[in-house]
T-cell receptor
Framework: DVKVTQSSRYLVKRTGEKVFLECVQDMDHENMFWYRQDPGLGLRLIYF???????EKGDIPEGYSVSREKKERFSLILESASTNQTSMYLC???????????FGSGTRLTVV | KNEVEQSPQNLTAQEGEFITINCSYSVGISALHWLQQHPGGGIVSLFM???GKKKHGRLIATINIQEKHSSLHITASHPRDSAVYIC????????????FGEGTQLTVNP
């Protein structure tokens, strides 16, 4: 089975800190995604990547950046964390367009 | 944008009941996904289907492409089925992206 591993389940950071959320998949998937999930707003796409060093903005990219230097790893970066970035962050991957998705377990980030 | 609507938003059932969750979308698609999210956050992909019906254990997913509608059925429901069920379709802007429904919170009481 494909595994998508997120580095932390729970994270508490201070306002203004630079935060790195890491995601690793082990089955050579082309596409990787970062979502955030908030009550009443559902899943919203932050960024996705369809190849190494390639990225596209999702619906809510402001305040975030991403890095994909290797195919298996997709990092989400909060340049200067703010309290409104407190949320559940979910990483996902898919082999390519038209294939199923595999999600990570999520990282619950609290910014204080 | 492909609009995705799920119903009901919340569903409470007694153990053993047959459950149906519905999903409608506005624009034709190649495939539809059903996802399950338990408390604690992790999401599991249940089905990806483009036509007809798929079955896995007590879960059955159907899709009617002409009517742009899909249903997820749970037979002989059990408290461990309590979760949020989400349907998703490829976004119009990029088929690699998904557009998600708001989710259906299912609670199955013993």
């Amino acid at each position: 089975d494909v595994k998508v591993t997120q580095s932390s389940r729970y994270l508490v950071k201070r306002t203004g800190e630079k935060v790195f959320l890491e995601c690793v998949q082990d089955m050579d998937h082309e596409n990787m995604f970062w979502y955030r999930q908030d009550p009443g707003l559902g899943l919203r796409l932050i960024y996705f990547s369809y190849d190494v060093k390639m990225k596209e903005k999702g619906d809510i990219p402001e305040g975030y950046s991403v890095s994909r230097e290797k195919k298996e790893r997709f990092s989400l970066i909060l340049e200067s964390a703010s309290t409104n970035q407190t949320s559940m962050y979910l990483c996902a991957s898919s082999l390519r367009q038209g294939y199923g998705y595999t999600f990570g377990s999520g990282t619950r980030l609290t910014v204080v | 944008k492909n609009e995705v609507e799920q119903s009901p938003q919340n569903l409470t059932a007694q153990e053993g009941e047959f459950i149906t969750i519905n999903c409608s979308y506005s624009v034709g698609i190649s495939a539809l996904h059903w996802l399950q999210q338990h408390p604690g956050g992790g999401i599991v992909s249940l089905f990806m289907l483009s036509s007809g019906k798929k079955k896995h254990g007590r879960l059955i997913a159907t899709i009617n492409i002409q009517e742009k509608h899909s249903s997820l059925h749970i037979t002989a429901s059990h408290p461990r089925d309590s979760a949020v069920y989400i349907c998703a379709v490829p976004a119009l802007t990029s088929g690699s992206r998904l557009t998600f429904g708001e989710g259906t919170q299912l609670t199955v009481n013993p």
